[in-house]
């Protein structure tokens, strides 16, 4: 099995951040980041996600279906957007998003996840 | 085949205090799975919360946090990429999703500013045969 296949995705989740900074001149950019993950065939896709005024939160109870219109007050921060990044491991993804503007500019979540065969 | 012409959503899952036990009898999730699959374009599960990490850049240094609390209480459990042909159709999508019961359903349109629709089915499909063809996604 060639190292390429041993790589699993990982869900990056940016948020704005109280104590976020202002991007800097020298930061990479985000074209440049994506090119280099597309390159290293780590980056898959992703996208900015809309403003809290435009989500909806549902939920079943029941029989009943409770849509809830965003924004929820129980996000302060607020989705930024997603990527889906393959990686070796965790701390491989975390290197990567530690490279993106908006590690600085907001902050990143860096979640694994279980492929679907091995969790039922 | 999904209809890239279509809107796309994130169906983020969460958990929520108020929700049903889990119950793998109750777990519809390959029902679900098979009745959107011309709307689903990938989807995994998350790992709990402490193989998670945050992630900040603060003066130049960069800070990993283990196992973060989420900015609510609650936690991510997986999350779904669809197309859909409104929002209220990734609601309705979102609310037969077996997490509407056992959690909460986010639906988080996107912006489509990054990924152009072509070249996200190109990567899809990559995807879907990385094991066996892993070159295929450089």
Same mark, same amino acid.
């Given at each position: 099995m060639?190292d390429?296949?041993?790589?699993?995705?990982f869900?990056?989740?940016w948020?704005s951040?109280?104590g976020?900074?202002?991007?800097?001149?020298d930061d990479?950019k985000?074209?440049?980041?994506?090119s280099?993950?597309?390159?290293a065939?780590a980056?898959?896709f992703?996208d900015?996600v809309?403003?809290?005024g435009?989500?909806r939160s549902?939920?079943?109870?029941?029989?009943?279906?409770i849509?809830?219109d965003?924004?929820?007050?129980?996000?302060?921060?607020?989705?930024y957007?997603?990527?889906?990044v393959l990686?070796?491991?965790?701390?491989?993804?975390?290197e990567?998003?530690?490279?993106?503007?908006?590690?600085r500019a907001?902050r990143?979540?860096?979640l694994?996840?279980?492929p679907?065969?091995?969790?039922? | 085949?999904?209809?890239?012409?279509?809107e796309q959503?994130l169906l983020?899952?969460t958990?929520a205090? $108020?929700?049903e036990?889990y119950?793998?009898e109750?777990?519809?999730i390959f029902?679900?799975l098979?009745a959107?699959?011309d709307h689903r374009?990938?989807?995994?599960r998350?790992?709990?919360?402490?193989? !998670?990490?945050?992630v900040?850049k603060r003066q130049?240094?960069?800070?990993?946090t $283990?196992?973060?609390?989420?900015?609510?209480k609650e936690?991510f459990?997986g999350?779904?990429?669809?197309?859909?042909s409104?929002?209220d159709?990734?609601?309705?999508?979102?609310?037969?999703h077996?997490?509407?019961?056992?959690g909460?359903v986010l639906?988080?349109?996107?912006?489509?500013?990054?990924q152009?629709? !072509?070249l996200?089915?190109?990567?899809?499909h990559?995807?879907?045969?990385?094991? !066996?063809?892993?070159?295929a996604?450089?």
């Open positions: 060639s390429e296949a041993q790589k699993r995705p869900l990056f989740l948020t951040d109280p976020r900074e202002s991007e800097q001149p990479p985000i074209e440049d980041w994506l280099e993950g597309e390159a065939g980056w898959q992703g900015p809309a403003g809290p435009e989500a549902v939920v079943r109870r029941g029989a009943e279906v849509v809830t965003g924004p929820f007050p129980e996000f302060k921060e607020w989705f957007g997603f990527d889906v990686a070796r491991d965790i701390d491989e993804a975390v990567y998003a530690s490279k993106h503007p908006l590690a907001g990143a979540y860096v694994p996840t279980v679907m065969e091995d969790s039922n | 085949m999904t209809d890239t012409t279509q959503y983020l899952f958990d205090p $108020d929700a036990p119950s793998q109750a777990d519809d029902d679900w098979e959107v699959a374009i990938f989807g995994e998350l790992t709990g919360r402490e193989e !998670a990490r945050l900040t130049g240094e960069v800070f990993v $283990d196992a973060p609390v989420a900015e609510f936690w459990s999350f779904d990429l669809i197309s859909a409104s929002r159709e990734a609601v309705e999508i979102g609310s037969r077996p997490c509407a019961r056992f909460r639906v988080l349109p996107l912006m489509g500013a990054i152009s629709n !072509a996200l089915e190109q990567t899809v990559a995807r879907a045969n990385v094991a !066996a063809e892993p070159t996604l450089a």
